[in-house]
């Protein structure tokens, strides 16, 4: 099938690269002319395990284009996807304008049918709204369906959740691009739950409320149980393994972040105040991740009371490991607070770089202890599980290791000299 894909960002370049996979021609549309050219060399903007080969593959194969020149792309494809960002405004509710300068792009040029799919998180309404609006504006309805297909992707694993996800929601307003989207993604074995539009804008929402629930439930679980010296990996693991609750996203820890959870979780809030509905659970969601920062900042202030001019190491800087998206990341949060409250950082994470005052960032785990007092762990990379602490105890200067992850068995540091701190870990 041909198709169109706009934007190149996370969601929009894998969709491009893994549709182009299974076979498609593929035209991904993106607005910033500096990534595109990038893309035409083959050279990725975002880190992301397994994208590039399978970009370059495809690009190879003449079956993947870059490009900015839209009418083009819309002119050649029968399925135009859309990717475009949809961040939270400061009040909270979702800034569509990236997706409203799209619908104004699309009205002139769709002159024959096309299904236009919203890939993007978008508030409940959505797609109706911009089915209406595009009839208001000339746009005959025989020439165009809307389906809402939400992304579960993760990033960090975003190539394999797209060719293998646990299910495909497809939302529609008629029976007609059914047979189509089917066809689409017949190559993916994956249930499908066809609903209505706003049907499937709630889903996406619901799952990531959902889930970010979950992390907040462990974190304040663990605050109690620390208060009781319960180990908190026990109760998840106790937890967890009652098939009604599932063993995952029950790590205590810093808490949830990056480019999604936090703004879908503003978005659902906004929209059932606008109902003059109270969201009880999505409040206390949100409460108990902003405050997790200050839970670790206290245990960081006990193990050094004076921070001022303090030399420590943080691991960690993306929101989760295997990827370089900083947005919205708890680590960066924690790397600021530290900042301003007078330490000098040595930071090291295995793909991310920033420019800031008072921190420095490593090229080498290793390079990023030398002399310092403490180590951080802000983002559960692998690398640093299984990191050499016989080495970093003699290269170190202090001893204390604050693992805001809970991700590093306490006695592989406590055999070493070290002390750990960890949170509800007796
Ligand atoms: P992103 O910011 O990484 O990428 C969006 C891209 O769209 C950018 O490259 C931007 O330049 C481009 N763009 C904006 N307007 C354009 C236009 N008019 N024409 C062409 N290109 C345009 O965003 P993302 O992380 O890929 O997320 C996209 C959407 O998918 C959001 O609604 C997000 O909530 C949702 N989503 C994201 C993830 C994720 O893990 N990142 C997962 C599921 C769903």
Same mark, same amino acid.
């Given at each position: 099938?041909?198709?169109?894909?706009?934007?190149?960002?996370?969601?929009?370049?894998?969709?491009?690269?893994?549709?182009?996979?299974?076979?498609?021609?593929?035209?991904?549309?993106?607005?910033?002319?500096?990534?595109?050219?990038?893309?035409?060399?083959?050279?990725?903007?975002?880190?992301?395990?397994?994208?590039?080969?399978?970009?370059?593959?495809?690009?190879?194969?003449?079956?993947?284009?870059? &490009? =900015?020149?839209?009418?083009?792309?819309?002119?050649?494809?029968?399925?135009?996807?859309?990717?475009?960002?949809?961040?939270?405004?400061?009040?909270?509710?979702?800034?569509?304008?990236? @997706?409203?300068?799209?619908?104004?792009?699309?009205?002139?040029?769709?002159?024959?049918?096309?299904?236009? %799919?919203?890939?993007?998180?978008?508030?409940?309404? =959505?797609?109706?709204?911009?089915?209406?609006?595009?009839?208001?504006?000339?746009?005959?309805?025989?020439?165009?369906?809307?389906?809402?297909?939400?992304?579960?992707?993760?990033?960090?694993?975003?190539?394999?959740?797209?060719?293998?996800?646990?299910?495909? %929601?497809?939302?529609?307003?008629?029976?007609?691009?059914?047979?189509?989207?089917?066809?689409?993604?017949?190559?993916?074995?994956?249930?499908?739950?066809?609903?209505?539009? &706003?049907?499937?804008?709630?889903?996406?929402?619901?799952?990531?409320?959902?889930?970010?629930?979950?992390?907040?439930?462990?974190?304040?679980?663990?605050?109690?149980?620390?208060?009781?010296?319960?180990?908190?990996?026990?109760?998840?693991?106790?937890?967890?393994?009652?098939?009604?609750?599932?063993?995952?996203?029950?790590q205590a820890g810093l808490g949830?972040?990056?480019?999604?959870?936090?703004?879908?979780?503003?978005?659902?809030?906004?929209?059932?105040?606008?109902?003059?509905?109270?969201?009880?659970?999505?409040?206390?969601?949100?409460?108990?991740?902003?405050?997790?920062?200050?839970?670790y900042?206290?245990?960081?202030?006990?193990?050094?009371?004076?921070?001022?001019?303090?030399?420590? =190491?943080?691991w960690g800087?993306?929101?989760k490991p295997? &990827?370089?998206?900083?947005?919205?990341?708890q680590a960066?949060?924690?790397?600021?607070? @530290?900042?301003?409250?007078?330490?000098?950082?040595?930071?090291?994470?295995?793909?991310? &770089?920033?420019?800031?005052?008072?921190? =420095?960032?490593?090229?080498?785990?290793?390079?990023?202890?030398?002399?310092?007092?403490?180590?951080i762990i802000a983002t559960d990379w692998?690398?640093f599980k299984?990191?050499?602490?016989?080495?970093?105890?003699?290269?170190?200067?202090?001893?204390?290791?604050i693992d805001c992850r809970n991700c590093i068995?306490?006695?592989?540091?406590?055999?070493?000299?070290?002390?750990?701190?960890g949170v509800?870990?007796?």
């Open positions: 099938m041909d198709i169109c894909v706009i934007g190149a960002g996370y969601v929009g370049l894998t969709t491009s690269a893994v549709l182009a996979n299974f076979g498609h021609n593929v035209y991904c549309v993106e607005k910033e002319s500096e990534k595109v050219e990038m893309l035409k060399r083959s050279k990725i903007p975002i880190f992301e395990p397994g994208l590039e080969e399978m970009v370059v593959e495809n690009q190879r194969k003449e079956r993947l284009a870059f &490009t =900015t020149d839209l009418s083009k792309a819309i002119e050649e494809s029968s399925i135009i996807f859309v990717t475009v960002g949809t961040p939270a405004s400061t009040d909270g509710s979702p800034n569509l304008s990236f @997706l409203n300068k799209v619908v104004d792009e699309l009205v002139p040029l769709i002159q024959s049918y096309k299904i236009i %799919v919203i890939k993007s998180t978008v508030p409940l309404g =959505t797609n109706e709204r911009i089915h209406k609006e595009l009839m208001e504006r000339g746009v005959s309805p025989d020439l165009f369906d809307v389906v809402s297909n939400p992304e579960f992707l993760r990033e960090g694993s975003a190539v394999h959740d797209m060719q293998y996800p646990d299910k495909i %929601v497809i939302g529609v307003k008629s029976l007609r691009p059914i047979e189509q989207m089917q066809k689409l993604y017949q190559d993916i074995e994956a249930p499908s739950i066809i609903t209505s539009l &706003t049907g499937a804008e709630m889903i996406k929402y619901a799952s990531n409320a959902f889930l970010a629930m979950k992390i907040s439930f462990i974190n304040e679980i663990a605050r109690i149980s620390e208060a009781y010296h319960v180990d908190i990996t026990e109760v998840a693991l106790g937890l967890g393994m009652d098939p009604r609750v599932g063993p995952y996203f029950l949830y972040g990056g480019s999604c959870f936090p703004k879908d979780l503003c978005a659902l809030e906004f929209l059932a105040k606008e109902k003059e509905i109270t969201p009880h659970l999505l409040q206390a969601t949100r409460e108990v991740n902003e405050t997790q920062i200050e839970q900042m206290k245990k960081i202030r006990k193990e050094f009371p004076d921070l001022t001019n303090k030399k420590l =190491t943080v800087a993306a929101f295997n &990827t370089d998206d900083i947005r919205h990341s960066m949060k924690l790397i600021e607070q @530290l900042a301003r409250e007078g330490c000098h950082l040595h930071v090291y994470d295995p793909v991310v &770089t920033v420019a800031m005052p008072h921190v =420095t960032f490593y090229q080498s785990l290793y390079d990023s202890i030398d002399q310092t007092d403490g180590i692998n690398q299984e990191a050499d602490w016989s080495f970093i105890k003699e290269k170190m200067k202090g001893k204390i290791v068995e306490p006695s592989r540091i406590k055999n070493n000299g070290l002390t750990y701190v509800a870990r007796p």
